[in-house]
C-alpha cells in the first residue's frame, strides 16, 4: 500500500534560520497536502498541492510539489518562535496517510 | 473553512468498558472520513476509512471488532471502542472529506483523549 516518508524527525533552529522538511510516496499522487500540529491541539490544514511541479507561497512558507507527484517539500524562510510545531504531509489517493512529522523547535 | 466536531474531547473510562466517539461535518455532506490514532510524538496512523452507508475499511493491524466505525449518515461517523484496555489509551481523532464538490481537502475534528484506567 500507499506509504509516505518524512524527514527529518527533528529539527531544532535558532530563530531567523530557514528550516525544510521533505516527503516522499511510494507511490504517485493525486494531491499533497500540509498540515500543522500545535503541541495539545489537531493537525490543521496549511495547503494542498495538485499540478505536478507546482509552488505555492504563503508568507515565509514555501511549498513544492515534485514533478513526478511523488515528493513534496515545505521551506520556511527566516523562523520565528511561532512556527514552533509539528509539520505532517499527507499524501492523498483514495485514502490519505500522514508522514511520521518534523518537529520543529525554534531557538529565540 | 469547512467544521469538524468531535466529541468528546477527552474521556475517562474503566477497563473493560466501551467508549463511543462521534465525528460530525457541520456544514457539509462528508462522503469519506477518516479514523487516525496518535500516540504522544508520534504521527498520525490510519485506523480505517469509511465511506457513507458502506463498511468501513480497515488498515491492517487494525480489530474491528474492537474498534467498530458506523457511518450512518453523510454527517455523522461514530468510532466506539469496545472492551476498552489500558493499551488502548491514546489520541483518537477523526477527519472528513467532501467528494466532487466541496471541500477537496480533509477537514479535522478536535480529537479525543482516551485514557483506560
Known amino acids: 500500500g500507499q506509504q509516505v516518508m518524512q524527514i527529518p524527525q527533528y529539527q531544532h533552529v535558532q530563530e531567523g534560520e530557514d528550516f525544510t522538511t521533505y516527503c516522499n510516496s511510494s507511490t504517485t499522487l493525486s494531491n499533497i497536502q500540509w498540515y500543522k500540529q500545535r503541541p495539545g491541539g489537531h493537525p490543521v490544514f496549511l495547503i494542498q498541492l495538485v499540478k505536478s511541479g507546482e509552488v505555492k507561497k504563503q508568507k515565509r512558507l514555501t511549498f513544492q510539489f515534485g514533478e513526478a507527484k511523488k515528493n513534496s517539500s515545505l521551506h520556511i524562510t527566516a523562523t520565528q518562535t511561532t512556527d514552533v510545531g509539528t509539520y505532517f504531509c499527507?499524501?492523498?489517493?483514495?485514502?490519505?496517510?500522514f508522514g511520521a512529522g518534523t518537529r520543529l523547535t525554534v531557538k529565540p | 473553512g469547512a467544521v469538524v466536531s468531535q466529541h468528546p474531547s477527552w474521556v475517562i473510562c474503566k477497563s473493560g468498558t466501551s467508549v463511543k466517539i462521534e465525528c460530525r461535518s457541520l456544514?457539509?455532506?462528508?462522503?469519506?472520513m477518516f479514523w487516525y490514532r496518535q500516540f504522544p510524538k508520534q504521527s498520525l496512523m490510519l485506523m480505517a476509512t469509511s465511506n457513507e452507508g458502506s463498511k468501513a475499511t480497515y488498515e491492517q493491524g487494525v480489530e474491528k471488532d474492537k474498534f467498530l466505525i458506523n457511518h450512518a449518515s453523510l454527517t455523522l461517523s461514530t468510532l466506539t471502542v469496545t472492551s476498552a484496555h489500558p493499551e488502548d489509551s491514546s489520541f483518537y481523532i477523526c477527519?472528513?472529506?467532501?467528494?466532487?464538490?466541496?471541500?477537496?481537502?480533509?477537514?479535522f475534528g478536535q480529537g479525543t483523549r482516551l485514557t483506560v484506567v
Open positions: 499527507a499524501g492523498h489517493n483514495n485514502d490519505m496517510r
Open positions: 456544514d457539509f455532506q462528508a462522503t469519506t
Open positions: 477527519s472528513a472529506r467532501g467528494e466532487g464538490g466541496w471541500p477537496t481537502e480533509a477537514f
